[in-house]
């Protein structure tokens, strides 16, 4: 098990019990400090104060399991306008809105980013209008990277 799904698995049951939806995970080193971003939601969208009360379920949890070997900070947030999309549950939800879709090799006109709206999902793929009304299906261990997509 990777580092990643460690932490996940320690932290995703934390976070249920507060009623909140663990969105995704990061720990990197960002300087001379390694950073653990802990990317929550909930049903009304989330609060300065769900990410307090986050925080503070999480903070003992990790120090008596202790699943890393050093100090880090500890930041728990919400994911922002253009959440990632990974799980079913989160393309379902944005069904009929509009996504960014990155691949890991070139789909349409020699392209790995694709935007357009999301039209449904199977077991191994996404359906997805693109800007120009073609239609494809993306087959999901193509994908790179999926996002909720706004222009300003």
């Known amino acids: 098990m ?8 320690l932290i995703e049951p934390v976070i249920q019990e507060e009623g909140l ?15 653990l971003r802990v990317f929550i939601d909930g049903p009304q969208g989330i609060s300065h104060n769900e990410c307090v009360r986050a925080t503070r379920a999480l903070e003992p949890v990790l120090e008596e399991e202790d699943p890393i070997p050093h100090g880090f900070v500890l930041e728990v947030s919400s994911p922002g ?7 079913d549950r989160d393309f379902e939800r944005v069904v009929g809105k509009k996504v960014e879709i990155k691949t890991f090799i070139p789909l ?19 359906r997805l209008e693109l800007e120009d009304g073609s239609t494809i299906n993306i087959p999901r261990e193509k994908i790179a990277r999926a996002r909720l997509h706004f222009e300003l």
Request: glycine share 6%; net charge positive; hydrophobic share 35%.
């Open 2 to 9: 990777s580092q990643k799904d460690t932490l996940f698995s």
């Open 21 to 35: 939806e663990l969105v995704d995970l990061e720990y990197q080193k960002e300087g001379k400090r390694w950073m």
């Open 81 to 87: 306008l253009d959440r990632p999309l990974k799980k």
């Open 108 to 126: 349409v006109k020699n392209e790995k980013t694709l935007r357009g709206t999301l039209l449904g999902l199977a077991q191994d793929s996404l």
